[in-house]
């Protein structure tokens, strides 16, 4: 069992930044990859970005890119999201999970089997 936990949502206005970190604890392992999505109301979870622990190769939606950046820290076990020039529509909760790794990108949320409790961002117009 892995366990996640978000933190470093807040309400934000637009054009502004905030960081999410996910910190993993429990059985944690290197051939993971994290990622991280989000859900507004009443649409469906979506994905924002992941990250190899062992390779640190990146992907990310079209949505994000060049705002977002995903990283992570293997010695203290942490995922991180910068979110930068921050738009209304950015608003959701956000969550961290984690997938076993098989060959690259995993953008399907039900490919992920570990999840955290999200973390809800608000941006204000």
């Known amino acids: 069992q892995v366990q996640l936990a978000e933190s470093g949502g807040g309400l934000v206005q637009a054009g502004g930044s905030l960081r999410l970190s996910c910190v993993a604890s429990?059985?944690?392992?290197?051939?993971?990859?994290m990622g991280w999505f989000r859900q507004a109301p009443g649409k469906e979870r979506e994905f924002v970005a992941d990250?190899?622990?062992?390779?640190?190769?990146?992907d990310y939606a079209d949505s994000v890119k060049g705002r977002f950046a995903i990283s992570k820290d293997n010695v203290k076990n942490m995922v991180y999201l910068q979110m930068n020039s921050l738009k209304p529509e950015d608003t959701a909760v956000y969550y961290c999970?984690?997938?076993?790794?098989?060959?690259?990108?995993?953008?399907?949320?039900?490919?992920?089997?570990?999840w955290g409790q999200g973390t809800q961002v608000t941006v204000s117009s």
């Open positions: 999970a984690a997938a076993q790794e098989l060959s690259g990108t995993i953008i399907v949320a039900q490919d992920y089997v570990y």
């Open positions: 429990g059985r944690t392992s290197s051939s993971y990859r």
């Open positions: 990250i190899s622990w062992s390779r640190g190769s990146t």
